[in-house]
């Protein structure tokens, strides 16, 4: 049997063990709680060739990642091509331990703060990103369900590492803030993607055949998404 180093991860939400393979935590086998563990190993085995794939994609991509942490932590210029805008940030000396970020048109972002390579001045400019996905998705997504006769019970914006959305059985959709980095087609899957779970709670056949009545570009997108994180840059992710 082929030697690979996994991790295992115990989820509430899991109804199936599968796979996952990415830059910060390479493989991983996500199991439901009551997973018998000892089958684990063949089932790394049956998956040898997707790895094989999965892990040639997660070296470019750990490549890329280590670009640009090489490069400057704190953004110059911001490109949230979800909603069509574009920010020169500019850093100003202030007083006071909470940076203030201001909106100043035409497209300058003012942050001021009493040192620039503050960690302060990342988590005001997330911030900022939260406020900023909160104003252009929540309405993009009540469109498209209104559009569709669909409910959403409620929507929140967070900054998820593994997850562009999630919607939970009772109608909540979360929403990852990195999505304003997004391409708009790319976001526009994301959220009917999200709102087809309000019908069909998993990723059956049924699923995919509902969403491509509303999309019918779903596969080839979802395959795009799969490679889009490399467009989030790393200062908005912590």
Known sequence: MTELRYSVRTSARAKHARLTVSPEHGLTVVIPRRFNRARIPELVESRLEWIRRAEERVAADREHLAALRAGPVLPKRIDLGAIGERWSVEYLAGPGASPAVRERPPGVLRVAAAAEGDA??????????????????????????????????????????TRWASCSSAGRVSLNRSLLFLPPELVR??????LCHRVEMNHSTRFWQLLATHEPRARQLNAELAEAWRLVPIWSLG
Do not use: F, I, M, N
């Open 120 to 161: 302060a001045v990342s988590d005001a400019l997330r911030r900022w990103l939260t406020r900023k996905a909160r104003a252009g998705l929540e309405p993009w997504l009540g469109q498209l369900a209104a559009e569709r006769g669909l409910v959403v019970t409620g929507v929140s914006v967070r900054g998820q590492r």
């Open 189 to 194: 899957y994301v959220l009917l993607h999200e």
